[in-house]
């Protein structure tokens, strides 16, 4: 067999070996999977009265017992983001634990989105209070302060914004734009 014939064979059998493992990475890669850390992770949504699990691939009836809490406060996250506020809260609802930064930060986002901001601030403080480096927080809480008009006070949420992750990460762009415009885009 000459050599030319066996780098073929072999190139042909790494492209083949490269494509599985693509297909078999698509769904944890559609979860949102692959570490990159990020909060803004796509997440699968289903239809109302369902979450979605990433264990089974699928939608499930929404019941607290379902999903762990971290699942359950993701995917509300995800539904909040979709525009789908009412039913965030309902996951949210479901938490065994309600009281954790990202739940806290999450209701709050979605009840300012529902027009209640005073309501938002209020749950905002309350993750703040529980972890006061989290900075989507703190963009956040900036943001619903921007919608009141307080500037001073979403200010205030940009430097400490800085202090944490300096001026190049997403926390700092949103809040300054927000800021900037006099209005929260996102």
Known sequence: MSIEMTVARHAGAVVAALGFCLIAAAPALADGGGGGGGSDKTTTTCPPGEVYDSRSNGCV?????????????????????????????????LLHDKNTPEALNYR?????????????????????????????????????????????DAEA?????????????????HLAMAITNRSPNW
């Not at 529980?130 to 809480?141: Q, S």
């Open 61 to 93: 009836k929404q019941r607290s017992e379902v999903l762990p809490d971290k699942a359950l406060t993701d995917y509300a996250y995800a539904l909040a983001k979709e525009e789908r506020y009412a039913e965030a809260l309902d996951v949210l609802n």
């Open 157 to 173: 949420q940009l430097r400490v914004i800085k202090t944490i992750c300096g001026t190049g990460c997403e926390e700092y762009t």
């Open 108 to 152: 709050g986002y979605a009840t300012r989105k529902l027009g209640r901001v005073d309501e938002g601030i209020a749950y905002y403080k309350k993750s703040v209070a529980l972890d006061p480096r989290y900075t989507k927080v703190r963009e956040y809480l900036g943001e619903a302060y921007v919608i009141k008009g307080d500037i001073t």
